[in-house]
């Protein structure tokens, strides 16, 4: 209620006309405001979802506070006085301790899961046919072409008339071969909505918005959804913002129950941003520089190709910053079966920018490695520092049977949060079955992938 009450207060006090930077920043925060009313409400409807579902939306909710905060922080603008009832740490409070009261009565590791075709439960059987087609592209309600030969030439376009439909299954949206320099967003009420591209490199949607072009970096994203139930699947999503830019997302996601299938995610600082909910990325490509893979979702990536690329002078690459900001939070960023290489312009001078795993963007970072290929960019030390010693007791890191040039974890830090997993049960609490409940809802998509270990 004291969310609800903040929310409808600073929804009519925007910022001073003059106060550019903080209207942007503002406008994040009115979608965040509407995201997360929605995400709390749905915690109250007992009958319709589970404990593992509201210990998620409560988890998002969360994230929503202090992704509002990040863009008045990273844009160098105050929060006006409209602002703080919402951004207080009051809210944070009144939402942790829900977190807090939730999590002693629900483990989602001892979820018990079911697999169906290679694909989590949550995936609908029509929806494993769709992503296992070869001729998906066959089934879609509306098609996107450049040129005309579809029923728009624009994806959002199409997102506009999907949106209109009647009914809420699956939406399938074909976009054929072409580059689509457009912003996309997909929103809270559109759910169910699936876009099949004609395969990477061929379907690509790209923009260029970056922190250094004046946006926040939740609103530099080339796509961004946050409608439940997503998928994509043949697509290629990309920032052309380049290093010097900074934040520059390609891909933003914030989509509950998302599943993202033979996909590239382009850009170099901030790449992939796995904002909230949970999500499954399979046999996907992922490039970046700092910090390229980051945000507080409950996400699996499994058998991807994550590529460093190189940075600027002086700049160490990071593959992941996980922003888990409470212990009870049940998100976490987990690379299975996967592999970490050099790009073709990294290769040559891999001595001259040292990659890292990871670092914690906050304060319970939390990001497990396993079964993983991990080739000779990766520093000895594995892992790197944000601030000092800042998280460095109250992340947890973990790294299980990975293999490759640089899998060995002798020199690996000697932080208190991180560790070495050998017990087969431990490192199963971050397998697909257990981490994102993937047997409750990803069979449907036709999804093929690792239930366990």
């Not at 990975?402 to 199963?428: D, M």
Request: with cysteine.
């Amino acid at each position: 209620m004291a969310v609800q009450t903040a929310m409808e207060r600073a929804l009519w006090l925007q910022p001073q006309s003059g106060e550019e930077l903080g209207k942007t920043a503002w406008a994040d925060c009115q979608t965040l405001y509407e995201n997360t009313i929605l995400q709390l409400n749905r915690t109250l409807s007992k009958a319709d979802c589970t404990e593992f579902d509201q210990q998620t939306w409560l988890s998002t909710a969360l994230t929503n506070l202090e992704t509002c905060k990040a863009g008045f922080i990273e844009l160098g603008v105050h929060a006006s006085e409209s602002m703080l009832p919402f951004m207080s740490n009051n809210v944070s409070k009144l939402i942790s301790n829900s977190l807090s009261l939730q999590s002693t009565n629900y483990s989602a590791t001892t979820q018990t899961q079911t697999y169906e075709e290679g694909f989590p439960n949550w995936v609908s059987r029509h929806d494993r046919k769709l992503l296992q087609s070869k001729s998906a592209g066959d089934s879609a309600n509306l098609v996107v072409a450049q040129y005309g030969s579809g029923n728009y030439k624009t994806i959002m376009e199409a997102i506009n008339a999907a949106n209109k439909r009647s009914g809420s299954g699956r939406f399938v949206i074909h976009v054929k071969s072409g580059v689509y320099k457009e912003n996309v967003v997909i929103g809270n009420k559109m759910n169910n909505i699936m876009l099949v591209g004609d395969g990477m490199g061929k379907t690509i949607i790209t923009g260029s918005k970056s922190v250094g072009g004046g946006s926040t970096t939740f609103n530099s994203a080339t796509f961004a959804v946050t409608g439940d139930g997503f998928i994509a699947r043949d697509i290629t999503f990309r920032n052309t913002a380049g290093p010097q830019n900074h934040q520059a997302v390609a891909l933003r996601v914030g989509s509950d129950l998302s599943v993202f299938y033979q996909c590239s995610i382009e850009g170099y600082q901030d790449t992939l941003y796995v904002h909230s909910q949970r999500q499954f990325f399979r046999q996907c490509n992922i490039y970046g520089i700092v910090d390229f893979i980051f945000g507080n979702a409950a996400v699996v990536l499994q058998n991807c190709n994550i590529y460093a690329r190189k940075p600027m002078t002086s700049q160490k690459n990071t593959v992941t910053a996980q922003g888990r900001i409470d212990p009870n939070q049940d998100m976490g960023i987990v690379i299975h079966n996967s592999q970490i290489l050099a790009s073709l312009d990294l290769k040559p001078v891999t001595k001259n920018f040292p990659t890292y795993l990871g670092r914690p963007w906050k304060q319970y970072s939390r990001t497990v490695v396993m079964q993983t290929f991990l080739d000779g960019l990766i520093n000895p030390a594995g892992w790197l520092e944000w601030d000092g010693n800042f998280a460095l007791n109250t992340l947890y890191y973990a790294e299980y049977k990975n293999s490759g040039p640089g899998s060995s974890t002798n020199g690996r830090v000697q932080w208190h949060g991180y560790k070495v997993i050998t017990n087969a049960t431990e490192a199963s609490k971050f397998s697909v079955a257990n981490f994102i409940g993937g047997q409750s809802w990803l069979p449907g998509t036709g999804v093929p992938l690792i239930a366990g270990l």
